[in-house]
């Protein structure tokens, strides 16, 4: 599995966040590691909105990175807002695409100036009625279609697999079918695409693959 998060330890975090974050804090107790406080979000030099957060640095998900919380109610707990009904975590990202786009593993303040200003300037613009800005995946399987033919290039999730597949191997040979379903060899079809995806690390090209995998199986 993937890890995106540079772990810190109690007093790198308290000293990175002390000039950008001054409003959050690090709380460490038995077993949890938290960083709480008013995220205030602003865009341009303007302030736009604050929402009261916790970064909890002992929970992650798939990528290795905290789990994040508005704790002051005042983002609704609904699939629309991009918040798990379950636990109340906020859906900051697609997993899928994170990892493609992201050049080296996160601290705490490049976590929260990247996907967490990210998600809660979304939230603000929702909230006066703007679109989300950022553009969004749509929400469970469509999503995941999306981000797979976004990122493999075919339209079709099954041809996705196949291309995930052959990438997934240590060697590529030109003169292998194509896995477009096409019939021609691969030096003959999308020998380009092919070598695109394949500079993404094994590691990711392998992550592409189990979550293309567990989306079939859904339907
Ligand atoms: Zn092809």
Redesign the pocket.
């Given at each position: 599995m993937p890890d995106l998060w540079r772990g810190e330890s109690d007093a790198e975090i308290v000293a990175a966040l002390k000039a950008p974050y001054p409003s959050l804090r690090l709380v460490v107790t038995d077993g949890s590691r938290v960083v709480k406080g008013a995220l205030n979000v602003e865009h341009a030099g303007q302030f736009i909105a604050g929402y009261q957060i916790d970064v909890l640095l002992h929970v992650r998900d798939v990528l290795g990175l905290p789990t994040v919380r508005e704790v002051g109610g005042r983002i609704p707990r609904v699939p629309e807002r991009h918040v798990n009904t379950e636990d109340g975590s906020a859906c900051l990202y697609l997993p899928e695409d994170l990892l493609v786009r992201c050049k080296e593993p996160f601290g705490i303040v490049g976590f929260l100036d990247g996907p967490v200003r990210n998600f809660f300037l979304g939230q603000a613009c929702v909230e006066s009625g703007v679109p989300f800005p950022f553009g969004e995946w749509a929400h469970g399987a469509a999503g995941m279609k999306e981000m797979l033919s976004s990122v493999v290039g075919f339209e079709d999730v099954n041809t996705c697999v196949s291309f995930l597949e052959m990438l997934g191997g240590k060697v590529i040979k030109a003169h292998w079918l194509?896995?477009?379903?096409?019939r021609?060899p691969?030096r003959d079809?999308?020998d380009v695409?092919a070598r695109e995806l394949r500079r993404l690390p094994l590691s990711t090209r392998r992550f592409l693959l189990i979550r293309a995998r567990e989306h079939l199986r859904k339907g």
């Open positions: 194509c896995p477009c379903g096409s021609r691969l079809c999308h695409r």
